[in-house]
């Protein structure tokens, strides 16, 4: 009902008032930077989560002792206190940086704070379902260092675990309100901050329009992210053949096609 509000011309007398673009064509007008701001705080803060989250997550899952629980729950105190307080906290000790302050990165540092638990945690669940220790040692035995095996074996088997973290990230850093409120200056003014004051000053057609304009933005994202976390095998055409070199399990009922050894036909 709210987007639908967003289109017609007479938002008290509804749909019968008539059809227009006029609200969607004056947020576009007026108020486009807050949306390209948006995206690019939530990019930036993807790329900042992955870059943290996908180490911290492979050295909480190899290392289990007390003190990595003691991060594990650290890592989540962002999520439970409430954001106005962790953005108090952030003016408090950087207010005084004065370009630091006045621009975006300000409130990607925030974000930043808020959303890497949910990669952290995404990706550690994922971690701590395989025996993670059995496939390096494997690969070790075989000669793999380390850069191998994180890049062709951890960041494989977790692949589900950083889509849905990137999901997460992307969907809560575009939405974030209640820190970016105290946050943004007038010159770094984010989505939802332009949505409330909209509705605030009681441009109910202008803000229906941003929340359409926003679900323009959020679905197409939310499907590439899905059609990113399907499984590869689902994407490839079916085939008899087997690789046996790439390490996939030959089925039982399936004769082997390699060849015999030479004093085997002999």
Known sequence: MSMLAGVTKNYFIGIQSGVTLEWVVKVWT???????????????????????????AYVLARTQNAFTRTIEE?????????????????????????DFRRSWLFILVGHVLFTLPFMVRSVLAVLSSIDLRTLEEGA??????????FFGIVLPNCRS?????????????????????????????????GLADSYASLRLEVGSAYTLIFFVIIIPLLIALQWAS???????????????????????AQPSHRAAPAHVRS
Not at 78 to 95: D, E, K, Q, R, W
Not at 231 to 247: E, L, N, T
């Open 140 to 149: 070790r035995s075989l000669g793999a260092s380390f850069s191998q095996r």
């Open 230 to 252: 399907a499984p590869r095998a689902a994407q490839r055409p079916p085939s008899d053949d087997v690789d046996f070199d790439a390490g996939s399990p030959p089925h039982p």
């Open 161 to 193: 675990g950083i889509v849905a973290g990137s999901l997460m990230v992307v969907t809560l850093s575009l939405g974030e309100f209640n820190m970016t409120l105290l946050l943004h200056t007038p010159l770094t003014q984010t989505l939802p901050v």
């Open 30 to 56: 007026d108020y486009r930077h807050t949306i390209f701001l948006s995206v690019k705080i939530a990019l930036a803060c993807l790329a900042c989560t992955l870059l943290i989250g996908v180490p911290a």
């Open 74 to 98: 650290l890592l989540v105190m962002p999520i439970a206190v409430p954001g106005l307080a962790t953005a108090l906290a952030l003016i408090v000790t950087y207010g005084t940086f004065g």
